[in-house]
């Protein structure tokens, strides 16, 4: 049985300078790395904490906010800020007018960040500037706004160093100081220089060229793009290494690095996203072919079913989008041990054809009163994964595990939405779990030695029910049922119910919030499941109202969200961190969903959405040895609907097209009704 303790944090928020804590009001933070060094920007706003502070951490070690390497004990980040010093205004390190954001048309990330102080306007561009050592640049220029002469010093540092410069601006003078920042090559400490300028490397202004790109006519959807192509390549590791939720759990999950190669290989990190899968392949996944979860091997009764299957169709996905075969003859045991274990005698359900075991998709166990059962989520992703295993085994020509991985992915798809006895859907739509017996798990009732927090929903008294909860959509979202179908609005009712359960500021729970082991909140995972959902329903006010409470979190800013949305009531539970997993949703969403870009194993498939009130959206995405150069816009003026290309279209209608693959660049114009 999973021990309770290991999710208990001995990092106390309340202990140590306030920019120990990630949850500071307001915050946000700007994410820069090359899998060498990593960086946040932290920018606190609101009183709490260094209002601009820098965090710098080595990718490979996996730590708090408070062990960051440019985070001292006592002062924070404090003396990583700008301080300037002159005679007209003494000291000012207070920031006013501040504004952040990523900097736009420039030809790599670069966090942008202009305040104001004293007499002084000051700009800060912070940026990785090449993609073979572990440097950040910082870019700091100094305006004075008086029409008198300034003369003045800016310090700055690093824990105990402290560098100085002084300098004398005359009216509506710039002043530019470049500061460079390096881990020194045992990983464990910070160097920091003043340099002269600084230009960016020639692989990384080529590498960002490569990658996909995306306007979409809405500032917001631009700016969610934007933040997750660029932040989730910088959080992964030269050896793809990275945290399931950064500064919180320390520790890696194969669901979400799964997720995160998705998001890369759509985006056209395609490198990265393979350092992810090679990692995956030989370190999480045993010869016996179960897969680590939160860093460590479980019981069978509790491994979490879904992870096989997340990881197979993540590979599927990368195959496909790139036409590279080389990592499944590489890893080939491996692949076919992780689609077998699905179909261990252990888990198999006889009566149904269904996967049962003690573990739910969210974490909750049998502590938590979870009893053996079906899973929906560890049906559908099984299904999904048996299915991608079997589309690899076929590209390399395995015929028979093809067959067998596909005739077993049929019968747990057909089970899982069969309308009898133990079928995973009901008068709601779709459910969450039933019993071995058949019996919907509606309750659950921890036991004593759960050792859950005091207050938290779990522990009360009263009813803790496990319907409806936010996974019952993954199926609509990954197309595995016609989002006309009677089930998909009988279920996204359902989900409704988790919209503002216990607060009141916007989001969904992750399920019904009275069997929550830890605070009511709403997360930006669940919320994304139900958004692409609404998005492959056409349901776009309600998919529009879900990004819009993702611009009013903290976070915002920069777009990067932590994990969830509350506040915890037990010291002993972590921190909330930054979940790198949301930015591959995020990805999802834009490209595959509303872009509609969606790769088969013959031809390429386009379905894009015209959101409403976009009146045109332009795309330009790495796709096998090309890109697919993509224009979508409303046809209703002309009244001519369907698609163009220089491709040849195998078939189209008014919603999508099949094209062939071309060695080359594929253009293709969509006019939607």
Known sequence: ????????????????????RTNLKDVSYFFLG????????????????????????????????????????????????????????????????LEAGWLEGYEIPVAQIIWRAGNFQIAEYFYCPNLSHPVIMREVRLKNTINLAIQARLKTGVLDKVIEEEFYLEPEEIKKVMLRYTLNSSGKQVNLD????????????????E??????????????????QFQLPAIIS??????????????????????????????????????????????????????????????????????????????????????????????WNKIAAAAEFLLSDVFLHSRSGLLANRREYWGRHQTHGIVKGMELAHQLFSAIGLSAASTLASLVSRKSEAL????????????????????????????????IDGVIQEIIKPLSKAQLPEGVPLSLKGEHRLNPDATSVLPIAMGLISPDSPLVSLTMDSVEKLWNQAWKDGGYGRYDVSSEPDSPGSWPIASLFIARSYAETGNFDKMWRILEWFNSVPGSLSGSWFEFYGQHLDPHLSQEGIAPWIWAEMLILLIHHIIGIQPE??????????????EKIEATVPLRDGKINIEIKSGHKKKTYGFRSDGEIIQSSEKEAYISYSKNDIWVEASLP
């Open 404 to 435: 067998r991985w596909n005739q077993n992915a049929e019968r747990i798809k057909n089970a899982t939405f069969d309308e009898a006895q133990y079928g995973l859907i009901d008068s709601r739509g779709l459910i969450k779990r039933r019993g």
């Open 238 to 331: 030269k050896s793809g290494k990275v945290d399931g939720s950064i500064w919180q759990h320390n520790r890696e999950r194969a669901r979400d690095q799964a997720m995160m190669a998705v998001g890369l290989t759509l985006a056209g990190h395609h490198e990265i996203a393979y350092r992810i899968l090679n990692r995956m392949l030989e370190e999480f996944v045993t010869r016996k072919g179960d897969i680590i979860y939160s860093s460590k091997a479980r019981g069978l009764d509790e491994v979490e079913l879904d992870q096989n299957g997340t990881l197979l169709f993540a590979l599927k996905n990368y195959v496909l989008w790139t036409d590279s075969q080389e990592i499944i003859t590489k890893h």
């Open 34 to 97: 090359n899998g060498h060094v990593q960086a946040a920007v932290q920018i606190a706003p609101s009183g709490e904490g260094t209002p601009i502070g820098l965090l710098i951490m080595n990718p490979e070690h996996l730590g708090k906010k408070r062990e960051a390497l440019t985070c001292d004990p006592d002062s924070g980040l404090e003396n990583t800020m700008i301080r300037l010093i002159s005679a007209q205004t003494a000291k000012t390190t207070g920031t006013r007018a």
């Open 1 to 20: 049985m999973i021990n309770v303790k290991e999710y208990l944090c001995d990092d106390d928020p309340a202990k140590g300078h306030p920019d120990v």
């Open 194 to 209: 003043l340099v002269p300028e600084a230009g960016v490397g020639s692989k990384a202004l080529q590498y960002w060229k």
């Open 211 to 228: 990658k996909a790109r995306a306007s979409f006519g809405s500032p917001i959807l631009d700016h969610y793009f934007t933040a997750s």
């Open 601 to 614: 194993v013959d031809h390429l498939r386009i379905r894009p959405k015209l959101v409403p009130g976009i």
